[in-house]
């Protein structure tokens, strides 16, 4: 703790506007760490880590300093070096989560929105909805990419089509369980794992399809069409919200919107004559 201040005094020959950089630099890191991992279940053990830093770290170091216990000093130091281990291991998940959106982030999505695919998904769903036997969760990729959700499903690259997405949903047919992830207006696999959200507010009551779709736009852009198994009511996920009970014209107007939004995210720049 000693020689984090003392470097920071000392610092290059930038003097007062490099020691100001570097605490620039050190707040950003750990306002980007509190963004990854807001929402998530590591941010109350974060909130607790802190009160424990600003107990542990600060105050009795403080003290232990002030009356000379060489001791509990040494100790305290030491852990802060251990304790760098120990925060790898408890946020695991959430460093994973972060990397894994970074990663995707920074990779080329150069697919072009297919205008009859909100139609296809939006009758796709009320027709499975109408059938009252089975539900459904149908993904729209959209800038960050899930491939590790891909990854644990089947591989199909079909284009899509309202039949072909009905076929899926159908009561003991192998892929019915799980979900559908379409990219670039092709289904791309079916039968795939969506991650479950933990936030229990906005879980209470919802099943486990309701639940891996709030997940996972928890975790990405993703659009995540749900068809409820037990009622028929056809739902949204986006951005880690849900709007539950949409009717054909509500879906239809909220997938528009937000596959044009992709869409010309997604469009190069005209350049200028």
């Excluded at 499903?153 to 997405?165: I, P, Q």
């Excluded at 892929?175 to 207006?185: E, S, T, Y």
């Excluded at 486990?208 to 009511?233: K, N, P, Q, W």
């Amino acid at each position: 703790m000693d020689n984090f201040f003392q470097n920071l005094a000392n610092t290059s020959h930038l003097g007062v506007f490099g020691a100001m950089l570097e605490i620039i630099i050190i707040i950003t890191m750990i306002y980007m760490t509190f963004s990854a991992i807001k929402g998530t279940r590591g941010a109350g053990i974060a909130r607790g880590a802190v009160i424990c830093f600003v107990i542990l770290f600060i105050f009795i170091l403080f003290i232990a300093k002030m009356v000379e216990l060489r001791n509990v000093s040494w100790i305290l130091e030491n852990l802060v070096d251990v304790s760098l281990f120990g925060i790898v291991v408890i946020f695991q998940p959430e460093i994973r989560r972060m990397l894994i959106r970074i990663g995707e982030s920074a990779s080329q999505f150069a697919g072009k929105s297919d205008s009859n695919m909100e139609k296809e998904v939006v009758d796709a769903a009320f027709h499975i909805s109408k059938r009252s036997e089975v539900g459904a969760l149908i993904v729209i990729e959209r800038k960050t990419m899930v491939g590790t959700c891909i990854e644990s499903g089947v591989l199909l690259e079909a284009r899509l089509s309202t039949k072909l997405l009905t076929t899926i949903f159908t009561k003991n047919t192998p892929l019915h369980d799980g979900a559908v992830i379409i990219r670039a207006g092709k289904i791309v696999a079916a039968n795939c794992l969506l991650p479950l959200s933990e936030n229990v507010e906005v879980c209470k009551g919802m099943g486990t399809r309701h639940r891996a779709a709030l997940g996972l736009s928890e975790e990405v852009d993703a659009v995540v069409v749900i068809v409820s198994e037990e009622t028929g009511a056809v739902s949204i996920a986006i951005g880690g919200e849900i709007t539950l009970d949409l009717d054909y014209e509500g879906l239809t107007e909220v997938l528009e919107k937000e596959c044009k939004i992709t869409h010309n995210q997604n469009q190069p720049e005209k350049a200028e004559d």
